[in-house]
């Protein structure tokens, strides 16, 4: 009897793609990873966990503004008589969203809720959880990264888009992919459809700091997960005892950078390859940009849209905007 279990091409392309992005990326000089593979299930996990801490201001300023400003965004956002998709490129938990979810489903207004993740573990666990937390939604996840999962949504239904790209992932991206990123959500809207986006906005640099560098240390935890990650997956042998993750935050552009470094000469092998590390040689694991309002407002003109509303925590330490495809 045959015993091995058979994986689907889907799980074999993604498979194949880690391999190639990682070996890339550790072959590279600087080093570097693609943190959108950060989420596993141990990864979302740990992300809830830095959600809570008190550091981490950005959850906090965003859950004020989606429980405060809900009623402003509603007006805003129920412009359809005829319905709409709700689209969430990153859904994660779906904390914040649900606040403006259940807004929509109690006052009856007619749309279609599409949250899309790479995370299986996150798509799962929103089927299971947000219909007893929200009952009567109409909710289809999509597993996918941002615009395979967009492409897919356009193909099941012509209804107009609203797309909620929160948490500040923006900022994940420099400013020039992410003015990229904003040109190519615009190309597959139609004029009219909305964008509501997160953006973290420029404040106290220590603030910033330490949001990314918190004393119980889970930020540490998180980035070094990924190295469990591709141990597990590529058959790696990465010693996490020999890595430690330092944070940088340049208040002159607004970047806050994230990276492990090597705290010894060592060889890590990793898919059947070896990789060289130095002492302190550092790999950089993610960014995360913070911007002030006009250049957010920049953000939205330079990539086809018009902004339409600023909604602002009571620190004015984070913004989501409503733009209108034109």
């Not at 190639?20 to 950060?38: Q, R, W």
């Not at 250049?295 to 620190?315: C, I, N």
Request: aromatic share 12%.
């Amino acid at each position: 009897m045959n015993t091995e279990t058979e994986s689907s091409p889907e799980t074999y392309v993604l498979a194949e793609q880690i391999k190639v992005d990682v070996l890339t990326g550790l072959s590279a000089s600087p080093k570097y990873m693609h943190s959108k593979y950060f989420y596993d299930t141990k990864g979302d996990e740990l992300f809830r966990q830095i959600m809570q801490i008190p550091e981490y201001y950005l959850t906090d300023c965003e859950m004020e503004i989606f429980k405060d400003r809900c009623m402003d965004m509603l007006n805003t956002l129920s412009a359809f008589p005829n319905g709409f998709d709700l689209i969430e490129l990153g859904a994660g938990d779906a904390i914040k969203s649900s606040e403006l979810l259940k807004c929509l489903v109690h006052n009856d207004i007619n749309f279609t809720y599409y949250p899309i993740d790479i995370s299986g573990n996150v798509i799962q666990l929103l089927h299971d959880e947000l219909p007893k937390r929200i009952p009567g939604i109409d909710l289809q996840g999509i597993q996918a990264e941002y615009f395979e999962g967009l492409k897919e949504v356009v193909s099941r239904s012509d209804r107009p888009k609203i797309i909620l790209l929160l948490g500040a992932n923006i900022g994940n991206m420099p400013p020039d992919e992410a003015l990229e990123f904003c040109t190519l959500l615009r190309e597959q809207l139609l004029e009219g459809d909305l964008l509501l986006i997160g953006f973290d906005l420029k404040k106290d640099p220590w603030v910033i700091f330490n949001a990314y560098n918190d004393q119980q240390g889970v930020t540490e935890q998180f980035n070094l997960n990924l190295l469990t990650r591709i141990n597990r997956e590529l058959a790696a042998d990465f010693n996490l005892q020999n890595f430690r993750h330092y944070e940088s935050y340049d208040p002159t552009n607004g970047a806050g950078k994230s990276y492990l470094f090597s705290k010894t000469n060592q060889t890590v092998t990793v898919a059947g390859e070896e990789i060289l590390f130095e002492e302190n040689e550092c790999i950089f694991m993610e960014t995360s940009h913070k911007y002030s309002l006009k250049e957010v407002d920049h953000f939205a003109l330079k990539s086809g849209f018009e902004p339409v509303m600023h909604l602002m925590d009571s620190k004015k330490w984070f913004t989501d905007v409503i733009w209108k495809a034109v």
